[in-house]
């Protein structure tokens, strides 16, 4: 009954740490596995014996695995000896079950999880009697979590309890989990690579440089992902020890940060390191951060809308306009009580609208039809130019390529930075992503690769697009005119969740790190540090005028306006041939004062072609 009970336990011990199946170290005789095997089973837990540790180095990781180690008195632990460190990573959850903790416990990881379940009677055979649990313990039985410290060893708290009535019960698990974010001092070892760091160059220590905020233009990633490493050594009250190092991801250089890390010489990096499919057999990425933008940069012109005059009004706003101008003109030729009130009724209302003098209209045909192009253009050019014709001028805006495909097909050259990523991972490679391999396959030439100094020269001539960090070429943009400045435009190529701190994979610190992100980019912590570092984009102070108007933004207005005058002109010949059809059904007196006022409109006209 007793042995029953003990089983009970260790499986809802198990079911709480979402395990399918237990792993038992113990070497005992063959009778005594069969019956534990199938007490376990009885309550849905599959379990298998084994006396060597090595079984562990076959165990699929895609699930938890629960380990039982059994102790006795007279054990030197020769099973304990022959456990890898890998062994007590976060996938296995261990439970120790014995009168004592092992001392070799102390050599384990920080992060295992390790229970241990007291049980105080020995055989006399040197073996664990789980069969002899006192009655006491039945009705009771204490399960203690393991903490093991790095410099401090082991210690056993109160985590949990288990009774027939109220099952397995958790009574400290807060506590066990701010224990395993206390690191008590314990150093944390954080490789930074040096970068463009020089004494000679700055005044200060490498520390100083990297919590310098002045600074930005000296290597963002590198500042941004020690600020993050030490904000995540804060959260777990650890020490921070600077590990200084000359590169950032080589993989055949050994003062790289990417071997630091990938050796366990280095708990966390200090420096931001991009996903990439190779990268995650070696490395484990605890927190996301991303403070650039990388891309292209290249001077656009400012597109010239040939229609901006008339698209600060949508065509549902003009013809509604329409409407309720012949509305208002059917109004206004009711209530007119002469005929030539009536006949003006709809220029008296489109004056009025275009605060023109409705005193000046024109009777004839053509002199209306003339009075209504002027007023037209007086109102596209006067009425609400300061209004909607500066926010259509201001919406215009850049202009230029917004993708890489675009870009491909420009008027624009490319260039980038060169460094390992970009070359030996971007651009020097073929990859899936069809808009790049296109915009490589038209664009790219023996001279794409150029210093960083080099392609803001050629920014600013403003012929070519240059790849690089925005936070590392945005210092430069001191030199740029604040004409440039507006007309800067940016591509984006790298998705901003593909740069992470990282930490060794599988590392002992990995999980309680992984936990510290969290919480840091839960309260705000993590993107108040991406704040202080990104650099906002130069303000363009042109942008708040209104921009100079160019010949093209009013050519449609200037062929609307001949084509409007050339109308009125036709007009006027249409109405001199009615006039002189008139005159032939008219008796003779009245037909010589018509043509005397078509004659007088003929002189005028030629009179205006003389002075022409």
């Not at 376990?40 to 695995?65: A, E, K, N, V």
């Not at 912590?525 to 042109?542: D, F, M």
Request: charged share 20%; proline share 4%; glycine share 6%.
């Amino acid at each position: 009954m007793a042995s029953t009970m003990l089983a009970q336990v260790i499986v809802d011990f198990f079911k709480h740490k979402v395990v399918s199946s237990i792993i038992i170290l113990a070497c005992w005789p063959p009778l005594d596995q069969i019956k534990f095997t199938r007490e376990l089973s009885q309550f849905g837990m599959s379990s298998t014996f084994s006396c060597d540790p090595s079984i562990l180095d076959h165990i699929r990781h895609h699930y938890l695995q629960g380990v039982i180690y059994m102790t006795h008195e007279h054990d030197d632990m020769p099973i304990f000896k022959k456990i890898k460190p890998i062994h007590f990573m976060m996938k296995y959850k261990w439970l120790i079950v014995g009168d004592h903790v092992p001392d070799v416990l102390r050599k384990i990881r920080y992060d295992s999880d390790v229970a241990f379940l007291e049980c105080n009677s020995v055989m006399s055979n040197g073996t664990r009697d789980i069969t002899a649990v006192t009655s006491e313990a039945a009705t009771s039985i204490h399960i203690y979590d393991a903490y093991v410290h790095p410099r401090d060893g082991v210690a056993i708290n109160v985590w949990a309890h288990w009774t027939n009535k109220s099952g397995f019960v958790l009574t400290h698990d807060r506590e066990r989990i701010l224990r395993r974010l206390d690191l008590k001092r314990h150093p944390l070892r954080i490789a930074t690579p040096v970068g463009h760091y020089s004494s000679d160059k700055y005044d200060g220590t490498f520390v100083d440089f990297l919590e310098d905020e002045s600074i930005s233009d000296q290597d963002p990633g590198i500042r941004s992902g020690y600020g993050t490493s030490m904000l995540l050594t804060e959260v777990v009250n650890a020490q921070d020890v600077l590990i200084e190092n000359e590169l950032w991801a080589a993989m055949i250089n050994n003062n790289s940060m990417y071997v630091m890390l990938s050796m366990g010489e280095a708990d966390l990096s200090g420096g931001i390191l991009r996903i990439l499919w190779d990268r995650t057999f070696t490395l484990d990425y605890v927190m996301p951060i991303w403070p650039f933008r990388v891309g292209f940069t290249y001077l656009a012109e400012r597109e010239s809308s040939s229609n901006m005059y008339l698209e600060p009004f949508s065509p549902a706003v003009w013809w509604s306009c329409l409407a309720m101008m012949a509305i208002l003109a059917l109004v206004e030729r009711v209530t007119s009580k002469t005929p030539k009130e009536k006949d003006g009724a709809f220029y008296t209302v489109l004056t009025t609208w275009l605060q023109q003098d409705a005193s000046a209209v024109p009777e004839g045909a053509s002199g209306r039809w003339a009075f209504t192009v002027l007023s037209v253009s007086a109102m596209l050019v006067h009425a609400y130019y300061t209004s909607a014709i500066v926010s259509a001028l201001m919406s215009t805006g850049r202009g230029g390529p917004d993708s890489l495909r675009a870009l491909g097909d420009s008027k624009y050259a490319i260039a980038s930075e060169d460094y390992d990523y970009m070359r030996y991972l971007f651009f020097d490679v073929e990859t899936t992503w069809d808009d790049l391999e296109y915009l490589k396959k038209k664009k790219m030439t023996s001279k794409f690769y150029q210093e960083l100094e080099r392609g803001v020269e050629l920014i600013q001539q403003g012929s070519t697009a240059f790849h690089s960090e925005y936070n590392q070429i945005y210092p430069h943009f001191k030199t740029f005119s604040d004409e440039h400045i507006c007309k800067l435009q940016h591509v984006d190529t790298i998705p901003e969740t593909l740069t992470w701190i990282t930490s060794t994979k599988d590392g002992q610190w990995t999980e309680v790190l992984r936990t510290a992100g969290g919480w840091l980019l839960e309260t705000g912590l993590g993107k108040r540090l991406v704040a202080r570092l990104r650099v906002p984009q130069p303000p363009c102070r042109a942008s708040l005028l209104a921009e100079r108007v160019k010949l093209g933004d009013i050519a449609s207005l200037l062929v609307l306006t001949v084509f409007g005058a050339l109308l009125s002109v036709f007009l006027l010949g249409l109405e001199i041939l009615v006039a002189k059809a008139k005159k032939a059904s008219l008796p003779e007196g009245e037909a010589k004062v018509i043509l005397e006022n078509v004659d007088d409109n003929l002189d005028t006209i030629e009179n205006c072609i003389y002075i022409e």
